[in-house]
Nanobody, 122 residues
Framework: QLQLVESGGGLVQPGGSLRLSCTAS????????VAWFRQAPGKEREGISC????????KYVDSVKGRFTISRDDAKNTVYLQMDNLKPEDTAIYYC???????????????WGPGTQVTVSS
């Protein structure tokens, strides 16, 4: 059974960068689309980006477009989220999840990993 673990979060100043990793075990990611989500305190979980299984199609929510880049390295069974020009409003717990097709609708997924905390603050 596919299991995903997020890592790479931390504390960064506004304008800084972080790269998050979503690493799979138990199965290969080759045939899965992978989406990134985030949940800020008091807010609903929000889908922010997705990459299809072949890596040739990506999707971003408007609030991160031009600042975040999703990519995948199937040899490492890992999907990345490069986050540049971070803003305080990007502060959240970040989660990844996988399905056969890209979906940034959180209710489409049954289970979640622990996530990784991203805090953007001076």
């Amino acid at each position: 059974q596919l299991q995903l673990v997020e890592s790479g979060g931390g504390l960064v100043q506004p304008g800084g960068s972080l790269r998050l990793s979503c690493t799979a075990s138990g199965d290969t990611l080759d045939y899965y689309a992978v989406a990134w989500f985030r949940q800020a305190p008091g807010k609903e979980r929000e889908g922010i980006s997705c990459i299809n299984s072949s890596g040739d199609w990506t999707k971003y929510v408007d609030s991160v477009k031009g600042r975040f880049t999703i990519s995948r390295d199937d040899a490492k069974n890992t999907v990345y989220l490069q986050m540049d020009n971070l803003k305080p409003e990007d502060t959240a717990i970040y989660y990844c999840n996988a399905e056969a097709f890209c979906s940034t609708v959180a209710s489409n997924y049954d289970s979640w990993g622990p996530g990784t905390q991203v805090t953007v603050s001076s």
